[in-house]
């Protein structure tokens, strides 16, 4: 038995013995021959030589002792339909699609872009692009126009796949307006759309250039389209960051390395087992769904549910009756998400019988200890916190079980992972900051490990210059975050490094003081930002959402409240950390994916010009700010 402290040793001391080792646990058409390849930094290349396919492994691979064992099960409380596929019959949708796919003149490296709902068709879609070698890019189906052309235009796709519509909440959203008008505002045309009619809203079909994908499908019934033998270093897929700092950026990944890292994680960090069924509640359109609804559990043999619809429809206990239904073993989620559980009636985390779930992993913010004990003792299984981002693709930190048994601490998502060399810098002077306790710039030493991006879509030099040089006289990766790490190695991430108030020359992250304010009973949620002041600096602003605002209707009862919230943070983190305000309101402006916009409520709180704010998910909060400050 291997402790995960020598686990880790060894990743580092030796990347090419530990990872020659991990890359057994897929199949390969020809072994690598290099395994890392990190004479150019910061450019990684993983198992070069290697010739191999992520569908390939992630069905093919499967037909011999599970063909007729679930692989997808689809369920949807928008149109209630629930559909559950084989490893064969996955197999079988798949070479339909790539059918489709060759038929329309997609080849190795062309790009596809797939702007979808949660439905089975954007599995298929995303497994024939890795299948015959195209590059997807797949775009979160809630953006809009404007968002979706941006991407177009940088993803230059020859082929995009979409749907007549999706639909949150029992609201049909219509995606073909979207799409025709996205394609008319990008420079890029691509040559063909196919779309896939729900029978949710009437699409107009541009003759010529739109296809059916049912019409497809019937002419390629038998298809028989065997895997493209990828380079480890070819381009699986494209997919742009969450654009919670700013513009968001195209990560590429590669094929090789993904795989391996992949199904290492799903043994050492999820300890998924084949035959058992994973639930992941994200969405194809972010990292977490590329990685963990679609190719990590099918790698590893796994059904994966892919769920569209609302957690809290028809009510807070949808997800716990899917995992009575299907056995699920493994659960990842979001603390958003767990927030919004929060506030529906806590009986529904006991109706159902979930003695199958061994634990709940949580990733893409922070978990406020609140929220992790209530579900925790919910729940009554683990909850694992894990830290990553899109450009890292698996977690960079966690704890893992698979290798040696601990549990989290709340409020650190854990320790760094194998392969993964983090260190805390000083963030001017670069020195690293080995001490317990002392905050500072979150980096990872290179090389990169396998997964990891390889470089921004289309554009080294913004790769090199976004995230490898923000220390200086240092070719260290910046995660952007701030942080801390204890005495027992364990990790606290304090915000993002854009996100550091200075306080009168107190250095402090939002994170920390959020996590006080909502330690409050009737905080729901909280953003802290940090405002230019003449006097001090900067001085804290704190947005609460109250989980009853009921009481909350006159000046006095907002004073009330903000002064017990004052007297919190003095107690907790002294006074100089107490924001300069606590402001109430119904809704915190969010990305897409769930993440406070930090920068935007910053940028109105100063009177500045918010910037892209073209993942916003309701723009109507940012405006609730802009009212209160009036
Ligand atoms: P952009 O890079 O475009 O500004 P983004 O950083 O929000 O957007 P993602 O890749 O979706 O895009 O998110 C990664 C970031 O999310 C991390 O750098 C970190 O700030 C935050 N994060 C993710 N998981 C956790 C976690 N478990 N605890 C704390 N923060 C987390
Ligand atoms: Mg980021």
Same mark, same amino acid.
């Given at each position: 038995?291997?402790?995960?402290?020598?686990?880790?040793?060894?990743?580092?001391?030796?990347?090419?013995?530990?990872?020659?080792?991990?890359?057994?646990?897929?199949?390969?058409?020809?072994?690598?021959?290099?395994?890392?390849?990190?004479?150019?930094?910061?450019?990684?290349?993983?198992?070069?030589?290697?010739?191999?396919?992520?569908?390939?492994?992630?069905?093919?691979?499967?037909?011999?002792?599970?063909?007729?064992?679930?692989?997808?099960?689809?369920?949807?409380?928008?149109?209630?339909?629930?559909?559950?596929?084989?490893?064969?019959?996955?197999?079988?949708?798949?070479?339909?699609?790539?059918?489709?796919?060759?038929?329309?003149?997609?080849?190795?490296?062309?790009?596809?872009?797939?702007?979808?709902?949660?439905?089975?068709?954007?599995?298929?879609?995303?497994?024939?692009?890795?299948?015959?070698?195209?590059?997807?890019?797949?775009?979160?189906?809630?953006?809009?126009?404007?968002?979706?052309?941006?991407?177009?235009?940088?993803?230059?796709?020859?082929?995009?796949?979409?749907?007549?519509?999706?639909?949150?909440?029992?609201?049909?959203?219509?995606?073909?307006?979207?799409?025709?008008?996205?394609?008319?505002?990008?420079?890029?045309?691509?040559?063909?759309?196919?779309?896939?009619?729900?029978?949710?809203?009437?699409?107009?079909?541009?003759?010529?250039?739109?296809?059916?994908?049912?019409?497809?499908?019937?002419?390629?019934?038998?298809?028989?389209?065997?895997?493209?033998?990828?380079?480890?270093?070819?381009?699986?897929?494209?997919?742009?960051?969450?654009?919670?700092?700013?513009?968001?950026?195209?990560?590429?990944?590669?094929?090789?390395?993904?795989?391996?890292?992949?199904?290492?994680?799903?043994?050492?960090?999820?300890?998924?087992?084949?035959?058992?069924?994973?639930?992941?509640?994200?969405?194809?359109?972010?990292?977490?769904?590329?990685?963990?609804?679609?190719?990590?559990?099918?790698?590893?043999?796994?059904?994966?549910?892919?769920?569209?619809?609302?957690?809290?429809?028809?009510?807070?206990?949808?997800?716990?009756?899917?995992?009575?239904?299907?056995?699920?073993?493994?659960?990842?989620?979001?603390?958003?998400? $767990?927030?919004?559980?929060?506030?529906?009636?806590?009986?529904?985390?006991?109706?159902?019988?979930?003695?199958?779930?061994?634990?709940?992993?949580?990733?893409?913010?922070?978990?406020?200890?609140?929220?992790?004990?209530?579900?925790?003792?919910?729940?009554?299984?683990?909850?694992?916190?894990?830290?990553?981002?899109?450009?890292?693709?698996?977690?960079?930190?966690?704890?893992?079980?698979? $290798?040696?048994?601990?549990?989290?601490?709340?409020?650190?998502?854990?320790?760094?992972?194998?392969?993964?060399?983090?260190?805390?810098?000083?963030?001017?002077?670069?020195?690293?900051?080995?001490?317990?306790?002392?905050?500072?710039?979150?980096?990872?030493?290179?090389?990169?490990?396998?997964?990891?991006?390889?470089?921004?879509?289309?554009?080294?030099?913004?790769?090199?210059?976004?995230?490898?040089?923000?220390?200086?006289?240092?070719?260290?990766?910046?995660?952007?975050?701030?942080?801390?790490?204890?005495?027992?190695?364990?990790?606290?991430?304090?915000?993002?490094?854009?996100?550091?108030?200075?306080?009168?020359?107190?250095?402090?992250?939002?994170?920390?003081?959020?996590?006080?304010?909502?330690?409050?009973?009737?905080?729901?949620?909280?953003?802290?930002?940090?405002?230019?002041?003449?006097?001090?600096?900067?001085?804290?602003?704190?947005?609460?959402?109250?989980?009853?605002?009921?009481?909350?209707?006159?000046?006095?009862?907002?004073?009330?409240?903000?002064?017990?919230?004052?007297?919190? $943070?003095?107690?907790?983190?002294?006074?100089?950390?107490?924001?300069?305000?606590?402001?109430?309101?119904?809704?915190?402006?969010?990305?897409?994916?769930?993440?406070?916009?930090?920068?935007?409520?910053?940028?109105?709180?100063?009177?500045?010009?918010?910037?892209?704010?073209?993942?916003?998910?309701?723009?109507?909060?940012?405006?609730?700010?802009?009212?209160?400050?009036?």
């Amino acid at each position: 038995m291997t402790t995960f402290a020598d686990f880790h040793r060894q990743s580092l001391a030796d990347p090419q013995a530990f990872w020659a080792e991990q890359a057994k646990l897929i199949d390969w058409k020809t072994p690598p021959q290099q395994v890392c390849d990190w004479s150019n930094p910061p450019f990684a290349h993983w198992f070069k030589g290697g010739t191999t396919n992520l569908c390939h492994n992630a069905v093919d691979r499967h037909l011999k002792d599970r063909a007729d064992q679930p692989a997808l099960i689809y369920v949807s409380t928008e149109t209630n339909e629930e559909r559950t596929y084989t490893f064969r019959e996955l197999h079988t949708e798949v070479q339909r699609a790539a059918a489709m796919l060759r038929g329309l003149g997609v080849n190795k490296g062309d790009r596809v872009l797939i702007y979808m709902p949660m439905i089975a068709e954007a599995a298929f879609a995303m497994l024939a692009c890795a299948r015959i070698g195209a590059i997807h890019s797949v775009v979160f189906g809630g953006f809009a126009s404007v968002s979706l052309a941006s991407r177009i235009e940088d993803a230059s796709p020859k082929l995009i796949i979409s749907a007549d519509a999706g639909s949150r909440g029992g609201k049909v959203v219509e995606y073909k307006p979207l799409l025709d008008e996205a394609i008319r505002l990008s420079s890029h045309k691509p040559e063909s759309v196919i779309m896939v009619n729900r029978g949710l809203a009437p699409m107009s079909m541009l003759a010529g250039r739109d296809h059916s994908w049912r019409g497809l499908s019937e002419k390629h019934q038998d298809a028989q389209v065997p895997c493209e033998w990828m380079d480890a270093t070819d381009i699986s897929y494209t997919i742009y960051t969450s654009g919670t700092t700013g513009r968001p950026k195209g990560v590429q990944r590669d094929t090789g390395g993904y795989a391996v890292a992949l199904a290492a994680s799903m043994k050492h960090i999820f300890c998924g087992n084949p035959g058992e069924t994973y639930f992941s509640t994200s969405d194809i359109g972010w990292v977490v769904g590329h990685s963990y609804i679609i190719y990590g559990p099918l790698l590893a043999g796994m059904a994966t549910i892919m769920y569209e619809g609302l957690p809290i429809r028809p009510d807070g206990g949808i997800w716990w009756s899917l995992v009575e239904k299907y056995k699920v073993t493994v659960m990842f989620s979001a603390p958003t998400a $767990v927030r919004v559980l929060k506030k529906q009636d806590p009986a529904l985390l006991k109706k159902y019988d979930l003695s199958s779930l061994r634990a709940l992993f949580l990733a893409g913010e922070p978990l406020d200890e609140p929220t992790g004990r209530w579900i925790a003792e919910g729940l009554g299984v683990p909850i694992i916190d894990n830290y990553w981002q899109t450009e890292s693709g698996w977690p960079i930190l966690t704890i893992a079980n698979g $290798v040696e048994k601990k549990s989290s601490k709340f409020g650190s998502p854990g320790v760094p992972m194998y392969g993964y060399n983090v260190k805390i810098l000083h963030e001017s002077t670069g020195e690293e900051l080995t001490e317990p306790g002392q905050k500072g710039v979150v980096v990872i030493e290179g090389p990169t490990p396998p997964g990891f991006m390889q470089t921004v879509w289309k554009d080294d030099a913004r790769f090199v210059n976004t995230y490898w040089k923000s220390i200086p006289g240092k070719l260290v990766y910046s995660t952007f975050d701030w942080g801390i790490r204890d005495q027992d190695g364990y990790y606290y991430i304090l915000g993002r490094t854009d996100d550091v108030i200075n306080v009168a020359g107190h250095r402090l992250g939002t994170r920390e003081i959020e996590e006080s304010i909502s330690s409050h009973p009737n905080v729901a949620e909280v953003a802290v930002v940090g405002v230019a002041d003449q006097l001090k600096g900067q001085v804290a602003m704190a947005f609460v959402v109250a989980r009853d605002a009921s009481a909350l209707t006159d000046d006095a009862a907002r004073l009330k409240l903000e002064g017990a919230i004052f007297k919190l $943070v003095d107690e907790q983190l002294g006074a100089v950390a107490r924001p300069a305000r606590v402001r109430f309101v119904t809704a915190l402006p969010k990305t897409r994916s769930g993440k406070l916009l930090r920068r935007a409520i910053q940028a109105v709180c100063e009177g500045r010009d918010p910037g892209d704010l073209t993942t916003i998910e309701d723009p109507t909060a940012l405006q609730q700010i802009r009212d209160l400050l009036a």
